[in-house]
């Protein structure tokens, strides 16, 4: 694959949702773009007396791994209408040492899923205000508040609905060519 993308599921719980969507979005890529995800559940919690220049391991290897990054796709859980403390633990820890932020100039782009009606509305609202702050470059549609029931993907780890696998290959699509143009820009300079 020409081009990295890193999925960031916002779940450190073992049937994550938000897994198995994010990874039926994966599915929908074409040849030239990995999507791999990114492991952000062995962090420790944010501490800036953590944050010195021997950080630990884990946070060591999550920035090294933004920074390589291509662009990410964000799929987020709702907790109380925001982003899941693991996910906002992530973006914290990537974002420091100040002026050093691994985040600054990535392309990406975020969805989330739940069970609710409000599928995530909320919590992706807030979370677009925040990797703004970040200096991700996110796009801003298709949006997609993907509501979870039990017949969304099936036993293959596909979208199991071809109306529904359409409506999502447009947002991956969009994402792609947003990592392709930026990242072709980047490495042209
Ligand atoms: C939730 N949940 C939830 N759902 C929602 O649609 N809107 C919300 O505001 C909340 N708030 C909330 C708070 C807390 C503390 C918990 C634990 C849960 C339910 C949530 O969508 C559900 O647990 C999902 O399964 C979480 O996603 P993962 O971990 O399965 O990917």
Redesign the pocket.
Known sequence: ARFNIRLV?G?N?K?????KVGHALAALAREDFAFEELRIDDLPLYNQDLDTDTPPESVARLRAEVRAADGFLFVT?????QPTPVLLNALHWASRPYGKNSWAGKPGAITG????G???G??QSNLRNLLGVLDVRLIGQPEAYIQFTDDLVGADGAFADEKVRAFHAKKIRALEDWVALVSGAARAA
């Open positions: 599921v779940s719980r049937d994550s949702i938000n897994r859980p709702e907790y109380n209408r899923s739940s069970s609710s409000v599928a995530t909320g919590a």
